[in-house]
């Protein structure tokens, strides 16, 4: 693989800016919402995508490169984990996140069908059966089919508070869909795993050292009769 870290890629990197801003456009992003950036070079994409406030990985494996996007990250005063990893075998757990972007970057992978396979491992997106109704390019076509002409989607969050990440989740549990699937996740013996679990995924996404708070990610979408 060739090294992208000898000469200064970086002077490449400022001409390819406006394709790293055409993409994150084009990903809508979502306040919260976690984005891969593969082969993210000197992080053009990364960084962008963390202005949104999306919560970034950008992954490339160019060491120096990286060393190079951690930098920019620092001045910009933007959090995002720049990663050191090969594309062909992401350091990320099964769905890790919920967006993949690429820019000239995945492109280069010597085997494309095993770069491609890692992205659906690390993003699988919502489960089929669910209809994506956050998304209007998937809406506005539904809409139509019924009479409806969607006319605007304005993304927002909610603010979610607790007095610790453990009362909420205790508080969650009388959630009707919780109260539905507990008796599944008892009797296949894991209420206490994925209790846990659970616990982690608040602790982690908590925004207040001292009580609960997350912002939730919604849209409102404006329709007319067609
Ligand atoms: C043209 S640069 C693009 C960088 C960045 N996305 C940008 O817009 O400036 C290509 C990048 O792909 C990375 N790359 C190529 N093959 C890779 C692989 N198998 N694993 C990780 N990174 C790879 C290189 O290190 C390099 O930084």
């Known amino acids: 693989m060739l090294d992208w870290g000898v000469g200064e890629y970086e002077q490449t990197a400022v001409e ?43 992954i490339d494996g160019a060491g120096r490169l990286i060393e190079v996007a951690r930098q920019r990250a620092r001045e910009q005063r933007l959090e995002v984990d720049f990663l050191d990893g090969n594309l062909l075998h992401l350091p990320l757990r099964e769905a890790a996140a919920d967006v993949v972007i690429s820019v000239f970057g995945v492109i280069f992978v010597s085997d494309p069908v095993a770069g491609l396979r890692e992205v ?15 998304d209007p390019d998937a809406l506005a076509p539904v809409a139509r089919a019924a009479g409806l002409e969607l006319r605007s989607t304005q993304a927002s969050t909610l603010a979610i508070r607790g007095s610790s990440p453990e ?57 007319a009769v067609a």
């Open 16 to 58: 390819l800016e406006p394709v790293a801003e055409l993409v994150v456009d084009m990903a809508r992003l979502s306040p919260g919402e976690g984005v891969i950036d593969l082969a993210c070079g000197t992080g053009n994409a990364a960084l962008l995508a963390a202005e949104r406030g999306a919560r970034v990985i950008g």
């Open 167 to 223: 009362a909420y989740l205790a508080r969650a549990r009388l959630d009707p869909r919780a109260v539905a699937t507990a008796p599944i996740i008892e009797r296949a013996g894991v209420m206490d795993e994925v209790q846990e679990a659970m616990s982690a995924v608040l602790r982690d996404a908590n925004e207040d050292p001292d009580a609960f708070l997350v912002h939730t990610p919604y849209v409102v979408h404006e329709f």
């Open 120 to 134: 659906p491992r690390v993003a699988p997106g919502p489960p089929a059966n669910r209809f994506p109704w956050y």
